[in-house]
């Protein structure tokens, strides 16, 4: 009984400190959108370093083929400074929460100036009778730029339709993300890897 406690105890002390940890960051402002569905688990926070905001992203897309189809199955936001040229951005230091087990990352796509301050999410809604894909693409605003150089589109693939935007950050920029993705279901089951994702915004 002793022992039973005693280990009751250190995993309670355990999980304690983990929540602890997770819940610490300096983001101050969370985006959703509406259209996320809710299969697989939420993976964890995943925030830029401090003082760093994203200022491009990349996808982790697996192409359309015959069989079953997962779409959109990770994406990556890559962090820098306000005090970064970016046109000396790079690709070395970049963020991720929980990514599926299809496809391949797409080149990153960079706001020409500023940050991500909203999305908006691709989604094909649950198919009874046919290949389920969840989430398809993804777009974010810019916070500076002029016309269609605010909006950057990732190159997802196209099922499904385009919800409503994110809430603007409040705050700077965009500075971390959280994933909502299936695992592999097994043989001959429908797989769609990303269903939802959230995004932080830090001041």
């Known amino acids: 009984m002793h022992h039973f406690i005693s280990f009751a105890f250190t995993l309670l002390v355990v999980i304690g400190l983990h929540v ?3 819940s610490t960051g300096n983001f101050v402002s969370l985006l959703t959108v509406t259209n996320g569905l809710e299969g697989g688990l939420w993976g964890q926070r995943e925030l830029c370093p401090s003082g ?3 200022a491009g992203f990349s996808l982790k897309v697996e192409k359309p083929h015959v069989s079953d189809n997962t779409a959109l199955n990770g994406i990556r936001l890559y962090c820098v400074s306000q005090t970064k040229d970016l046109l000396d951005s790079n690709e070395d230091t970049f963020v991720q929460s929980d990514v599926g087990s299809w496809g391949e990352w797409t080149d990153a796509k960079w706001c020409p100036s500023g940050f991500l301050t909203a999305f908006q999410l691709r989604v094909q809604s649950a198919q009874k009778l046919q290949d389920n894909t969840a989430a ?8 500076q ?3 269609t150089d605010l909006l950057l589109q990732g190159d997802g693939t196209d099922r499904g339709e385009w ?3 994110s ?4 705050g ?3 500075c971390g993300i959280r994933t909502r993705v299936e695992e592999p279901q097994g043989y001959l089951r429908d797989d769609t890897a990303l269903n ?3 995004m932080y915004c830090c001041d």
Do not use: H, M
């Open 196 to 198: 939802d994702v959230r």
């Open 167 to 170: 809430p603007l950050c409040q």
């Open 52 to 54: 760093t905001y994203a």
């Open 172 to 174: 700077k920029g965009i």
């Open 163 to 165: 919800g409503d935007w």
């Open 145 to 147: 730029g002029e016309g």
């Open 20 to 22: 602890s940890v997770q």
């Open 136 to 143: 398809n693409n993804i777009r974010f605003k810019c916070s």
